[in-house]
């Protein structure tokens, strides 16, 4: 089992920024596992942010945060990061992490997933 931890989040106006870290602890961590933020705001589904592959090489990255957001491994890689600049009030969610065996950009391909941590930005 595998369980996720988030950090970060919190209220910020609009053109802010606010980073979102993730790390991952339990038995060993697959390798070849890919990570992803998605995010989902009150009545909506749950939409991919960003994703990343173990290597950091491969990355996803959601139309609409194309350009403001980047993802990244840390240091043991099984943390992630997301860096969110230049937010605006449609940025407004729970934002989620997951794990699973591969980068994917579909939640159901990811196995487990965080806690969720509260973003809003104001106008």
């Known amino acids: 089992q595998v369980q996720l931890v988030e950090f970060g989040g919190g209220s910020v106006q609009a053109g802010g920024s606010l980073t979102l870290s993730c790390a991952a602890s339990?038995?060993?961590?697959?390798?070849?596992?890919?990570m992803g933020w998605f995010r989902q705001a009150p009545g909506k589904g749950r939409d991919l942010v960003a994703a990343?592959?173990?290597?950091?090489?491969?990355?996803y990255y959601s139309g609409s945060v194309k350009g403001r957001f980047t993802i990244f491994r840390g240091s043991p890689k099984s943390t992630v990061t997301l860096q969110m600049n230049n937010l605006q009030p449609e940025d407004t969610a729970v934002y989620y992490c997951?794990?699973?065996?591969?980068?994917?950009?579909?939640?159901?391909?990811?196995?487990?997933w965080g806690q969720g941590t509260q973003v809003t930005v104001s106008s």
């Open positions: 997951a794990a699973g065996r591969t980068i994917a950009t579909t939640p159901e391909k990811y196995e487990y």
């Open positions: 990343i592959s173990w290597s950091g090489s491969n990355k």
């Open positions: 339990g038995r060993t961590f697959d390798v070849g596992a890919g």
